[in-house]
Structure formats: C-alpha cells, structure tokens
C-alpha cells in the first residue's frame, strides 16, 4: 500500500512517501520563512519521483494535523483533501507532536516533552512516556514559567522542539535535556499510520479540520510571525 504523507505544522515542510511501513522517499526542508505554500506541491512531487511511482498510485493520504502554525496547517489540511478527493482515497491525521516523540522512545528516558514555540513564553505541548510512546497528558497551550513541569523534577525528562531553547533558560529541572533542532516530520507519521489504517480510524474528509488548538484570532497582533 502506497501511502503519501504531508507535515506543515512547523518550519519544515515535510513530505514522504512509503509502501506500507517501508519509507520509500522523504523530501523536507526547515525555512524561517514558512515556505508550505511555494514549496509543498514541488516536494510531492519530488517525492513521488523519488519513490519511483505516480500520484495514482497513492492509496492513502496522511496528515500531521496539529498543532502548530495556523497558515502551515490550513496549507496541509487542504492539500491533503484535495488528494483524497481528486484520487478517491481515505484520510488519515496524526498529532503532529507524536512525529517529534518518535526518534528517541527507548533511550532511558522517562518521558520526552515536545515543545512547540507559539509566541512569548507561550507552547504547544504534551507529555509522553520514553519508552512507550503513551500520552501521559494530553496536548495544550502552556505558558512556561519556573515551577513548569516541576512534577517530573527527579524523572529523566528530554524535551525536543523549537520551544526547548526557552524552556531551558528558565525551567529549574536539573534531569532534563534539551534538543532544540527537531520539527515534526513526515517520515514519523508512518508508524501511527499504520495502526489507524488497521483500525480504520479515517477521517471524514469533508469535515476535517486541522488540530489547531487556539483560536488564530487571538494570536493575529504581530503580522510579522506565524
């Protein structure tokens, strides 16, 4: 089963391609810029090329549905209904906080955070277990401050995203480590994929929307970010 996968809810435009759980082609690039709507039909079909096969062959969409940039999602979600519906093929949507997580379950971590700057001292955010991948609490809005995450203090805690540069700077939490260079990917919407194409868990796609988590107005002030 050839399945196409698009992630725009951050920096990086990301697209893959797999045939059932084998990555067959991953195109991707972080820009400062949010690049999704020049760049994401020129990496479909990159991607496409780079797998060896064409857009008919595609039997399912998957989508990195949030949160993140209210532009970048609006861009994904769209794109991916419109391959649904032009190819006929159902629609799968994966939190796109769980495709940060994936790398590095099963490195002694306790658990790992996925944080995703969303203005100020304000992120994106859920817990997970390092080994399991389980959501521990559940995705939110959270305004960091020093007594943040303050019950994991004596766990092992790796927290991933562009949100971790400024968690590091003020969180009072001596286990925690800190990688600041991970975005959601395409490539890690595969595995969880999978497991709803076998559950059938499909999106209705006339109905779908993108996992934006606040409401955009409340965050349209400064024109210059997304």
Same mark, same amino acid.
């Given at each position: 089963?050839?399945?196409?996968?698009?992630?725009?809810?951050?920096?990086?435009?990301?697209?893959?391609?797999?045939?059932?759980?084998?990555?067959?082609?991953?195109?991707?690039?972080?820009?400062?810029?949010?690049?999704?709507?020049?760049?994401?039909?020129?990496?479909?079909?990159?991607?496409?090329?780079?797998?060896?096969?064409?857009?008919?062959?595609?039997?399912?969409?998957?989508?990195?549905?949030?949160?993140?940039?209210?532009?970048?999602?609006?861009?994904?979600?769209?794109?991916?209904?419109?391959?649904?519906?032009?190819?006929?093929?159902?629609?799968?949507?994966?939190?796109?906080?769980?495709?940060?997580?994936?790398?590095?379950?099963?490195?002694?971590?306790?658990?790992?955070?996925?944080?995703?700057?969303?203005?100020?001292?304000?992120?994106?955010?859920?817990?997970?277990?390092?080994?399991?991948?389980?959501?521990?609490?559940?995705?939110?809005?959270?305004?960091?401050?020093?007594?943040?995450?303050?019950?994991?203090?004596?766990?092992?805690?790796?927290?991933?995203?562009?949100?971790?540069?400024?968690?590091?700077?003020?969180?009072?939490?001596?286990?925690?480590? /800190?990688?600041?260079?991970? %975005?959601?990917?395409?490539? #890690? !919407?595969?595995?969880?994929?999978?497991? +709803?194409?076998? =559950?059938? $868990? /499909?999106?209705?796609?006339? %109905?779908?929307?993108?996992? #934006? !988590?606040?409401?955009?107005?409340?965050? +349209?002030?400064? =024109?210059? $970010?997304?």
């Amino acid at each position: 089963m050839k399945i196409l996968y698009i992630e725009t809810s951050s920096k990086n435009c990301s697209v893959a391609i797999s045939d059932n759980e084998k990555l067959l082609c991953l195109t991707e690039e972080v820009s400062e810029n949010y690049k999704q709507s020049e760049s994401l039909h020129t990496f479909v079909e990159w991607a496409l090329e780079g797998a060896g096969i064409s857009m008919k062959d595609i039997e399912v969409v998957s989508l990195g549905k949030g949160p993140g940039s209210y532009t970048g999602l609006r861009i994904g979600a769209s794109s991916a209904k419109g391959f649904c519906y032009g190819l006929k093929v159902p629609l799968i949507a994966i939190n796109s906080l769980e495709t940060m997580i994936e790398p590095f379950l099963g490195q002694n971590y306790d658990f790992v955070i996925p944080l995703i700057d969303a203005r100020r001292m304000e992120v994106y955010t859920a817990v997970y277990d390092g080994k399991t991948g389980k959501e521990i609490s559940e995705t939110e809005a959270k305004i960091l401050d020093e007594t943040s995450f303050e019950e994991f203090k004596d766990k092992k805690i790796l927290f991933v995203g562009d949100g971790a540069k400024k968690a590091k700077e003020i969180l009072q939490l001596p286990n925690a480590d /800190f990688n600041e260079d991970v %975005y959601p990917s395409a490539q #890690y !919407l595969i595995r969880k994929t999978m497991e +709803k194409i076998d =559950k059938k $868990e /499909f999106e209705d796609v006339a %109905y779908f929307e993108p996992f #934006y !988590l606040k409401d955009f107005h409340g965050v +349209k002030k400064k =024109k210059s $970010e997304d």
